[in-house]
């Protein structure tokens, strides 16, 4: 697996949509796809394809194509899917809500167990079949059950004081929803941020300019 | 104005976050910083700071550092957020909620003004004193309204068949939270994606790599 070493961000961030491709394609009964398809299914060139494909090994055969399932796989894991790494889900709002019953967590690398927030009347519902806790419960919690990573769906404005508490308790991994820059307060943190408010200005510029991308 | 073409997406991507944090400084009352000063806060180099905003033409004078208002509103500016682009909503489950109450859409280039959905017992209430209609009466609004952007919050399912309706009525803008990719279908489409489970397998990967980012 040395080989999976030193890829560089942007072809990592490519290979969940290579997977989502190739998951569409099982659905449909392809099993053998050439790099030439995916591309036209995929709006990319082939030869981006072959140049991605090729950090980690290659994987086709010149000429015969790749083998869905098997690429697909094999993308799987490099990705590391089989993890099945321990989450749990701060914030039980419309957000937190959406995060954690319109995601297939155990297909995406993780299992969310526990979800928390601070309103006593959502304390004991479920979302999605997994149970809300109260957050004063969350020590205990994650001294019992160890999750390795946290979902942040909370305002900015209890956002610092979350990632304090879920730091201390030994998270180190975000998937940070909050207009909170963790990396920036703490070291040796693992965060992927989904910053919507800079998305939307992102499409408000290409608009203004008129890109068609 | 003619400077600001052809900048390369990533430093534009960038852009978003420094007006967040200029935003900052003025909730602070910081009213002038160096890029020294702005890297350190924003986890960036100085230098990498003079050169993205050098793009743009400038803004700061040697060794006096950058009027942090003056900044932010030319930043805003190069974003475009002055437009208030008219905006409609389609899907008004927990994620369309979140979405159209969490984010201050007037400060951010657009002008939300109306909320769609098929579901009977939406109609006639309001998210964020928005009104939600009936998905029927979606090309009436458009004629009438003329919105340029549409954000998709719907499920995959239906993600097609809304956005050859919306392309149809003349839509040509969509902040897409649906994993269904629009600019492969479309062509002179302005589309900017939120694909959450993208960026969960992106943080996979980074967690089973152990890498601090």
Redesign the interface.
């Known amino acids: 697996m040395s080989k999976h070493e030193n890829i560089s961000?942007s072809v990592?961030?490519r290979?969940?949509?290579y997977?989502?491709f190739l998951s569409d394609c099982i659905d449909k009964n392809i099993t053998k796809i050439s790099s030439k398809e995916l591309a036209e299914?995929?709006?990319l060139t082939a030869s981006q394809i072959r140049q991605d494909l090729n950090c980690f090994g290659g994987f086709g055969q010149q000429g015969y194509g790749y083998s869905v399932e098997y690429l697909k796989n094999e993308i799987g894991s490099?990705?590391?899917?089989q993890?099945n790494?321990k989450a749990i889900l701060i914030g039980a709002?419309?957000?937190g809500?959406?995060?954690a019953?319109?995601?297939?967590?155990n297909k995406?690398?993780?299992d969310l167990i526990g979800i928390f927030d601070s309103s006593e009347q959502l304390i004991g519902k479920k979302i999605n079949n997994i149970d809300i806790f109260h957050i004063d419960s969350l020590e205990l919690f994650c001294k019992t059950n160890k999750p390795?990573?946290a979902i942040l769906c909370v305002?900015k404005s209890s956002a610092k004081s979350i990632t304090d508490k879920l730091y201390s308790i030994g998270i180190r991994?975000f998937?940070n929803f909050s207009?909170y820059?963790i990396?920036?307060n703490y070291?040796?943190?693992?965060?992927?941020n989904?910053?919507?408010?800079?998305?939307?200005?992102?499409?408000?510029?290409?608009?203004?300019?008129?890109?068609?991308?």
């Open positions: 961000m990592i961030r290979l969940p949509r997977y989502r299914r995929m709006g490099i990705l590391g899917l993890n790494f709002g419309n957000l809500n959406a995060v019953s319109q995601l297939s967590f995406l690398g993780f390795v990573m305002p991994s998937w207009h820059d990396n920036l070291n040796e943190v693992t965060v992927e989904v910053h919507m408010s800079d998305s939307l200005m992102t499409l408000c510029y290409k608009i203004n300019k008129n890109l068609n991308i």
